[in-house]
């Protein structure tokens, strides 16, 4: 038992030490876009008082900033420590990390009850070194918050069903709810709590009052919230794009009839990137070792529920790679499995069980797959660079512009500047900057336009750097980027 609480807590030290590079970092480089909106919304609640129904971004222009999107608890948070310890984007970090290390022993507690002991910890270890895992559960974004809830959420609705305590009721209940609200896509959960329901109660579930309360409790908090959240978006037209169906995120059916989609998503991004390729053909092999217990398949169904998601949301899972992040839990499980058939202990030094020649390729699938993650992870880093352009940028709008002036930022819809510079008003595409664009803006308060050079990519694009450079007032203009005053 003492050398187990060692290695878990062995485990734990890492998930925080390996997750603490940069953790200072501001709102800069790889994904920034997304984290510079959590960021302004967590630093608009500290700044407006703590309403935490009402989010605010930096790029609403004239309007009050509200938009639609998911319920912000993780900047929530964030913002009440800025009101304890002052305003610095580390927080929002440092919250993040303490997430990921719930998750990883959430993810040790439910597999150890539901497989072993041993398994839990190889478990625990995969899902902490995987390079997107560390990537962005130690950035500002909600995502390490919506996996620790989703694994808890889990772990005590299987301790409910098994113990019947109505405290663990009530917990997995929370935590579902606080998942879906975070993310709604969350509701793919349902799927393996289906499971173990259907695993101890067979269809006489369908009587169960309790079951059908649970579900009720999940659905009207999350019912609630989204259509508040719309009625923001019919008061400001901002939003995340939760709702545009066959649009944006959600039911593009064509993505799926392109051998594109299945190569970007499960070899570049799942393959690659999620797990690295010497851990996706581990997980590969641990989908076919045996289930020696009904409530192994739970993992099985989570995985089911997850493809689900991404077969529903084809084109979110294209744009962005976070969208896939609930995938290596479960993923970490199936790898577990084989490293914990073969390996004695956790340590890989002559513990092995098994032939000489599956003894050489599990080592070898195991190094590779920390080297790799090591090597992805210092790639991902190299944007978060202090002599990045975004940061030059800043510092010439802070001395070229007041506080309250309203700035057009030609980004491509990132709002990382807009972050940095402590400044809001507009983002767009750059092929959207005609006379009639910057006028109509003009007339809302916008005072300048701020941008990058290399926005401007198209022929139409460079068309239009081209006008503003000639018949607009320079404020700034360098080889990178220009600040011009309407």
């Known amino acids: 038992m003492i050398k187990t609480k060692n290695l878990i807590f062995t485990i734990l030290l890492l998930t925080i030490l390996i997750r603490l590079f940069h953790i200072n970092f501001p709102m800069a480089g790889w994904h920034s876009w997304r984290q510079a909106d959590t960021a302004s919304i967590a630093k608009n609640f500290y700044l407006n008082d703590h309403n935490i129904l009402y989010p605010q971004i930096n790029w609403g222009g004239n309007t009050s900033g509200y938009v639609e999107s998911e319920f912000h608890a993780y900047p929530y948070i964030v913002s009440l420590l800025y009101s304890i310890f002052g305003f610095n984007d580390m927080f929002g970090r440092i919250v993040s990390v303490i997430f990921a290390v719930f998750t990883v022993f959430g993810i040790y507690l439910l597999v150890r009850i539901i497989i072993s002991e041993k398994t839990a910890l190889w478990a625990a270890f995969i899902y902490t070194i995987l390079p997107l895992n560390i990537y962005f559960t130690r950035s500002f974004m909600p995502e390490s918050l919506m996996l620790m809830a989703s ?142 217990n009904p409530k192994e398949k739970l993992f099985d169904w989570w995985l089911i529920g997850m493809l689900m998601f991404i077969f529903i949301a084809p084109q979110a899972h294209l744009a962005q790679e976070y969208y896939q992040l609930p995938f290596t839990i479960p993923a970490s499980v199936f790898i577990a499995k084989i490293f914990s058939k073969y390996f004695r202990t956790l340590p890989f030094k002559s513990t092995f069980s098994g032939t000489k020649k599956i003894a050489i390729f599990l080592n070898i699938c195991l190094v590779a797959l920390i080297v790799l993650s090591f090597l992805r992870m210092r790639n991902f880093m190299k944007s978060e660079n202090y002599d990045g352009i975004s940061f030059r940028i800043a510092n010439e709008i802070d001395l070229n512009t007041d506080r309250n002036d309203l700035i057009i930022v030609p980004s491509n819809g990132n709002p990382t500047l807009l972050y940095l510079a402590d400044r809001k008003g507009w983002v767009c595409n750059s092929d959207e900057l005609s006379e009639d664009f910057i006028n109509q803006k003009k007339m809302s308060g916008a005072k300048y336009i701020v941008s990058e050079k290399s926005v401007f990519k198209t022929e139409s694009q460079m068309k239009n750097l081209e006008y503003l450079l000639k018949n607009k007032k320079l404020i700034a203009n360098t080889d990178e980027y220009f600040i011009i005053l309407l």
């Open 151 to 292: 694994v808890y959420g889990i772990y005590f609705y299987n301790e409910w069903i098994e113990n019947k305590r109505n405290k663990d009721f009530i917990l997995s209940l929370i935590f579902i709810t606080l998942a879906a609200l975070v993310k709604l896509p969350s509701l793919y959960l349902g799927l393996p709590l289906l499971f173990l329901t259907i695993n101890k109660y067979g269809k006489t579930f369908l009587t169960n009052w309790k079951i059908w309360l649970y579900v009720i409790c999940v659905f009207i908090p999350v019912i609630l919230w989204y259509h508040h959240s719309h009625q923001l978006f019919l008061q400001t037209g901002l939003t995340f794009s939760i709702w545009n169906f066959g649009v944006d995120k959600w039911g593009m059916v064509d993505p799926l009839f392109t051998l594109k989609f299945y190569n970007d998503i499960f070899f570049k991004s799942i393959a690659e990137r999620h797990l690295t390729y010497a851990g996706f053909i581990v997980f590969i092999a641990g989908l076919f070792v045996k289930r020696n």
